[in-house]
């Protein structure tokens, strides 16, 4: 059996144990972006304080609490990304994407960074992968967005997956239900926790969130978003339900459904795996139709998601398969070394994977190593110029030309 790293699952899935099952996780949104016209960008591990700020917005956790904030030597207040949607919106406005056709799909990945209390599935640095569709209102495109989710999900086989979708309906319809919302928590404020309490004026939404019993209970009765839809909001929720239905993508209306960034408007989703703990959200998003103006761009509808791979992997659970070689090439003598070099860059590089000892191992270390690292065959430069090669499974032997080993390992 070969040897592996042995990381504690869960707190360290940055180890090789779990980088095949990382890996395959981004070839797999690789596919399923790329058939669907989404282009990969990037952007900047830190950019301005200002840009969270405003995007985020300044009532959110993110932005009040879990910034990694510093100075830089210019005296300018920079910030480690904690989120790509700003940072993809920021790029759009600065690189004039608005003159391109829309909408522009895009789509990300890469570390993010959050001062969180880390726990499983919650870490101070995590990964996401994300989609943005910039530059369309067309309900098509929020049930485009969701369905590659939903692709994602059915793709890798994560276990326990609900989509539960919701509607904030526009910032201006908004307004008057924030009103009706406030007063429902003034009413009651005695009950409800202190954080609550401090954000009714500024970001009363949030209460649908909380974990403290007292805030439960006065939320119970408070009036609901969804049933103060405008009529143009609740119509495109139609639209994105019946749209998704036809797509045979399933899901739950979730009333009480509220996120943890300030910007989005209309549509909101967010999938939950039911083997994780507490951390369950393996992504979500929803629509931004007012980030781009608000980030001195022209007025652009847009929407996306973002999912955390640490919680996909998680909620996957997989052994990683063990470790295999197609060939080991071992030696019986020091000067055959250099032939060994030689004769695995050439394997390589046609395509046959190959390791040799680069330890100085004697024969007897050299067979060890070869089995440990799952070799289909080893090939034995002997001293006398002579080759053997090896079926690690039989033990079976033959006497080989170096010169025909392509050919031997390619004909199985
Ligand atoms: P978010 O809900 O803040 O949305 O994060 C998206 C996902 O990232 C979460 O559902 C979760 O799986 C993962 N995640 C968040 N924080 C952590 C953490 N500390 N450790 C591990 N995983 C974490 C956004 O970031 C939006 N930008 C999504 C979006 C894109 N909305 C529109 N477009």
């Known amino acids: 059996m070969a040897e592996k790293f042995k990381a504690p699952r869960g707190t360290f899935d940055v180890l090789p144990d779990r980088m095949t099952q990382r890996e395959s ?48 030597k210019g005296g300018r207040s920079l910030t480690l990304r904690p989120e790509g949607t700003a940072p993809v919106c920021r790029a759009y406005v600065e690189h004039g994407m608005h003159k391109l056709a829309q909408p522009v799909k895009l789509a990300y990945s890469g570390p993010f960074f959050r001062h969180e209390r880390p726990q499983a599935g919650r870490y101070r640095q995590f990964h996401q992968i994300g989609v943005e569709a910039i530059g369309t209102d067309s309900p098509l495109a ?19 997956v609900e989509l539960r979708l919701g509607s904030l309906g526009s910032i ?26 401090d954000r009714i004026e500024i970001n009363p939404l949030r209460a ?37 239905g036809a797509a045979s993508v399933e899901f739950t209306i979730d009333p009480t459904l ?15 795996c039911d083997r994780l703990g507490a951390q369950s959200e393996i992504g979500g998003g929803g629509r931004y139709d007012g980030l781009i103006s608000q980030l001195g761009g ?63 191992r004697s024969v007897k270390g050299q067979m060890k190593q070869a089995d440990r690292i799952n070799a289909a065959r080893t090939l034995m430069l002997e001293e006398d110029g002579t080759a053997s090669l ?19 390992v390619r004909s199985d």
């Open 390 to 408: 090896r079926e690690m499974k039989t033990g079976r032997q033959q006497q080989v030309e170096p010169a025909d080993v392509l050919e031997l």
């Open 25 to 72: 996780l981004l070839r797999t949104a690789h596919r399923i972006f790329g058939r669907a016209g989404y282009d990969w960008m990037m952007t900047p591990s830190f950019e301005d304080t200002a840009l969270f700020e405003r995007g985020v917005g300044k009532s959110t956790d993110i932005v009040r609490k879990e910034m990694f904030t510093f100075e830089d």
């Open 298 to 360: 022209p007025d652009t509808p847009a929407i996306g998601w973002a999912a955390g791979v640490e919680r996909i992997l998680l909620a996957l659970d997989e052994e990683a398969p063990a470790p295999s070689r197609d060939l080991f090439i071992a030696v019986a003598g020091e000067q055959q070394r250099t032939r060994a070099v030689a004769l695995a860059g050439e394997l390589r590089r046609a395509g046959v994977s190959v390791e040799i000892d680069l330890a100085g």
């Open 142 to 160: 929020d049930a485009e967005v969701i369905t590659l989710f939903n692709d994602l999900v059915e793709e890798l086989g994560v276990p326990g």
């Open 172 to 197: 201006e319809a908004r307004r008057e239900y924030l009103e009706e919302l406030k007063s429902h928590l003034r009413s009651r404020s005695d009950e409800l926790s202190d954080d609550v309490k």
């Open 258 to 272: 509220v996120r943890g960034l300030d910007y989005y408007t209309r549509t909101i989703f967010s999938f939950v």
């Open 208 to 244: 649908f969130d909380s974990d403290h019993p007292g805030t439960k209970e006065v939320m119970g009765d408070a009036p609901q978003l969804l049933e103060h839809l405008d009529s143009s909001d609740a119509e495109h929720f139609e639209q994105v339900k019946e749209l998704l």
